[in-house]
């Protein structure tokens, strides 16, 4: 089992920045890969951003060149750096980590970006 929480959001005006962390615990060994999502209302959730275990990194079109995301030294934080933001980021962001194919999920973090 892997256990995430989201933490670090909150309302910010457009251009902005914010900076999400989720923290990891339980078997976080073998992870292959962890992400965030993020989930607008009336919206299905979507992928933003994806770290895989060797440290690839990709992006959605929607924040590629706006938000990076990387991993803390000790390998049980991810990290999302959020810049320039807009209204139309505004959603509730989720944590992902994929082991041994099962998907884990953290409860959200609701980020609020006013213009």
């Known amino acids: 089992q892997v256990q995430l929480v989201e933490s670090g959001g909150g309302l910010v005006q457009a251009g902005g920045s914010l900076r999400l962390s989720c923290a990891a615990s339980g078997s976080i060994f073998n992870i292959n890969i962890m992400g965030w999502y993020r989930q607008a209302p009336g919206k299905q959730r979507e992928l933003i951003a994806a770290l895989t275990s060797g440290g690839t990194a990709r992006y959605a079109d929607s924040v590629r060149g706006r938000f990076t995301i990387s991993r803390g030294n000790a390998k049980n934080t991810l990290y999302l750096q959020m810049n320039s933001l807009k209204p139309e980021d505004t959603a509730v962001y989720y944590c992902?980590?994929?082991?041994?194919?099962?998907?884990?999920w953290g409860k959200g973090t609701l980020v609020t970006v006013s213009s």
């Open positions: 992902n980590a994929e082991r041994f194919s099962v998907n884990y």
